[in-house]
Nanobody, 122 residues
Framework: QVQLVESGGGLVQAGGSLRLSCAASGRTFSSYTYGWFRQAPGKEREFVAHISRIGHTGYADSVKGRFTISRDNAKNTVYLQMDSLKPEDTAVYYC????????????????WGQGTQVTVSS
């Protein structure tokens, strides 16, 4: 399995931007599909974005056009650029890895990071 460590969370005002990073170690980075998920207090963990081995991306409707997922195989890192942030984006954000060719459901992801807090103030 791959080990994942997220960073880049913090407090930002509405309309601002943050970039989350997910550093991976362990088995071959490039062979995994990666996803970002988030969990707000009292809510279930939900899908945010994913990127396949060859760079195909997908997004939740709630973040489409505002968030961008990318990967740098040379640096073993996945990124989530978050622009035009809203208070409803406040959550703990998790990075996850899947061995499936294309995955966006929680059970498809077997490796998870510890999460990073994102708080958007109004």
């Amino acid at each position: 399995q791959v080990q994942l460590v997220e960073s880049g969370g913090g407090l930002v005002q509405a309309g601002g931007s943050l970039r989350l990073s997910c550093a991976a170690s362990g088995r071959t980075f490039s062979s995994y599909t990666y996803g970002w998920f988030r969990q707000a207090p009292g809510k279930e963990r939900e899908f945010v974005a994913h990127i396949s081995r060859i760079g195909h991306t997908g997004y939740a409707d709630s973040v489409k056009g505002r968030f961008t997922i990318s990967r740098d195989n040379a640096k073993n890192t996945v990124y989530l650029q978050m622009d035009s942030l809203k208070p409803e984006d406040t959550a703990v954000y998790y990075c996850a890895a899947s061995s499936a060719l294309w995955a966006r459901n929680l059970p498809d992801f077997r490796s998870w990071g510890q999460g990073t807090q994102v708080t958007v103030s109004s």
